[in-house]
């Protein structure tokens, strides 16, 4: 099951706890019931964050098959190879989401933390990747006022003959291929969220939007990437 909204998840997972409680107290001794907690708080803590086996470090697999909007298709072609496979020597941010309000809410932190990644665009790409089996429209990433502004810093950039390219590029998996080799393959069930992977083609972190681990793995990968930084390890 997936859900949009971290209120949701949260919600449920109180009434699961609470319900669990009553179930214990009732049925059990006292002593027997408070003996549980901890087990029960030791698969809280294991669903909330999940270990470096669930996904952490191993290879990040190809986004075979996506569609991307229109006006991103162009871009989107240099992401990718003909396959769908990771470019060598890049860097990624994966978002898997669906077209809802709950969901779409993290996309303008997506947008401003893509347009802190700016100097090392070329080669730090952000996906973000919505589900096959979404009915809705194309998705509004922003407020009007805050798309207006965006277009203005993008007329500035062509007027300065700079490279105008989307901040985040936007792709439906029609197959639904690249939903099953990343949120279903690492038991991940909360959207949105994301998949940084390195310029090695590693998972170096995962997790939802709003987890405070993206920004610290987002400084990570752009040292990676940065021209200075690679050009200073010829010896890797």
Same mark, same amino acid.
């Given at each position: 099951?997936?859900?949009?909204?971290?209120?949701?998840?949260?919600?449920?997972?109180?009434?699961?706890?609470?319900?669990?409680?009553?179930?214990?107290?009732?049925?059990?001794?006292?002593?027997?019931?408070?003996?549980?907690?901890?087990?029960?708080?030791?698969?809280?803590?294991?669903?909330?964050?999940?270990?470096?086996? /669930?996904? #952490?470090?191993? +290879? @990040?697999?190809? &986004?075979? *098959?996506?569609?991307?909007?229109?006006?991103?298709?162009?871009?989107?072609?240099?992401?990718?190879?003909?396959?769908?496979?990771?470019?060598?020597?890049?860097?990624?941010?994966?978002?898997?989401?669906?077209?809802?309000?709950?969901?779409?809410?993290?996309?303008?932190?997506?947008?401003?933390?893509?347009?802190?990644?700016?100097?090392?665009? /070329?080669? #730090?790409?952000? +996906? @973000?990747?919505? &589900?096959? *089996?979404?009915?809705?429209?194309?998705?509004?990433?922003?407020?009007?006022?805050?798309?207006?502004?965006?277009?203005?810093?993008?007329?500035?950039?062509?007027?300065?003959?700079?490279?105008?390219?989307?901040?985040?590029?936007?792709?439906?998996?029609?197959?639904?291929?690249?939903?099953?080799?990343?949120?279903?393959?690492?038991?991940?069930?909360?959207?949105?969220?994301?998949?940084?992977?390195?310029?090695?083609?590693?998972?170096?972190?995962?997790?939802?939007?709003?987890?405070?681990?993206?920004?610290?793995?987002?400084?990570?990968?752009?040292?990676?990437?940065?021209?200075?930084?690679?050009?200073?390890?010829?010896?890797?």
């Amino acid at each position: 099951m997936l859900l949009d909204d971290r209120r949701i998840v949260l919600s449920l997972e109180a009434i699961c706890w609470c319900t669990a409680a009553m179930v214990f107290f009732q049925q059990t001794e006292f002593p027997s019931a408070i003996a549980i907690l901890p087990l029960l708080m030791a698969v809280l803590i294991h669903v909330e964050y999940p270990p470096p086996g /669930s996904g #952490v470090g191993a +290879v @990040a697999e190809a &986004a075979p *098959d996506l569609t991307f909007e229109e006006e991103h298709a162009k871009y989107g072609a240099e992401v990718f190879d003909k396959e769908g496979g990771l470019l060598k020597g890049h860097a990624y941010v994966l978002t898997f989401l669906r077209k809802t309000p709950a969901s779409l809410k993290q996309m303008p932190r997506l947008a401003r933390l893509s347009s802190g990644c700016e100097k090392v665009r /070329s080669t #730090v790409h952000f +996906v @973000a990747v919505f &589900a096959g *089996d979404d009915d809705a429209g194309a998705p509004q990433v922003a407020s009007k006022k805050e798309q207006r502004k965006a277009a203005r810093r993008e007329d500035a950039k062509l007027a300065a003959g700079m490279d105008a390219s989307p901040v985040v590029l936007m792709a439906t998996d029609t197959t639904g291929e690249v939903w099953k080799r990343y949120m279903r393959k690492h038991g991940c069930w909360a959207l949105p969220h994301c998949f940084v992977v390195d310029r090695t083609g590693t998972i170096l972190w995962h997790g939802q939007a709003n987890r405070r681990g993206l920004v610290p793995s987002l400084k990570t990968i752009v040292r990676q990437v940065d021209e200075k930084t690679i050009a200073g390890r010829k010896g890797e």
